[in-house]
């Protein structure tokens, strides 16, 4: 009884270490469009350090894992906790990733507010691929199965966001081929965001994975 006491304490701990990283990720995520936005090149500059604590964050949980299959070999509903957990905090340093590289775009773009379409749509993918973030952590959080397969239904917000932008920028393109590397900035920021609502769907699939032990509708555990 006393090792599954403490085997059921890992668990969840590993959960909560989840929990604590999608936490500072999605702080990054959002300081990261403040710093853009406000042109504030000393928040940027914080995010981009920040980085690194999200890497350790991530090489803690995996060593977890790692002890937990590795001594207790668990089986059916433990064992996809665990695979789940793994492959959830390789998408959040990977949107750790993006935070750090719109803080860097960030230092070299001028106002946003100078082209208030595509900065609308920015805004929109931004709001939208958080949420994403948000609510595929709290489905983990919860065991919530509907919260968790409703993440990818919002995918097609920012996809949608996505391309009306690009829309806009080949317009613009067209018109002042001088303005090419501020475009290409512009570009350049919002395909980050799509892969920030790319890796939210990843997130809420492998929630799905960990309640149902299917992944993309085929079954696996």
């Known amino acids: 009884m006393k090792l599954r006491s403490n085997y059921n304490k890992s668990l969840e701990q590993l959960d909560q270490m989840i929990q604590e990283m999608g936490s500072q990720t999605l702080s990054a995520l959002e ?3 403040a710093a853009w936005e406000a042109q504030d090149q000393e928040l940027a500059r914080e995010i981009m ?12 949980i995996e060593q977890l894992c790692l002890e937990l299959l590795l001594r207790q070999q668990p089986v059916a509903g433990d064992l996809r906790r665990v695979s789940a957990g793994l492959k959830m905090v390789t998408d959040l340093e990977r949107l ?25 749509l920015v805004n929109t ?19 919530n199965l509907e919260q968790a397969m409703g993440v990818s239904q919002r995918d097609n917000e920012v996809d949608e966001a996505f391309q009306s932008l690009k829309g806009l920028l080949a317009q613009s393109l ?6 090419m590397d501020e475009i290409l900035d512009w570009l350049m920021l919002a395909k980050y965001l ?8 990843n997130l809420g699939e492998w929630v799905v994975f960990r309640i149902t032990g299917s992944y993309k509708n085929t079954q696996v555990l």
């Open 31 to 33: 300081s990261a469009m």
């Open 49 to 60: 350090a920040g980085d690194a604590q999200i890497n350790r964050q991530e090489k803690q």
């Open 96 to 120: 750790g990733d993006h935070a750090q590289d719109i803080a860097q775009l960030s230092l070299e773009m001028g106002s946003p507010r100078e082209y208030p379409q595509w900065y609308e």
């Open 125 to 143: 993918m931004a709001r939208t691929g958080r949420e994403m973030v948000a609510q595929a952590l709290e489905s983990a959080r919860t065991g």
């Open 174 to 179: 067209a018109a002042q081929p001088g303005q």
């Open 194 to 201: 799509e892969r920030v609502a790319d890796h939210a769907v």
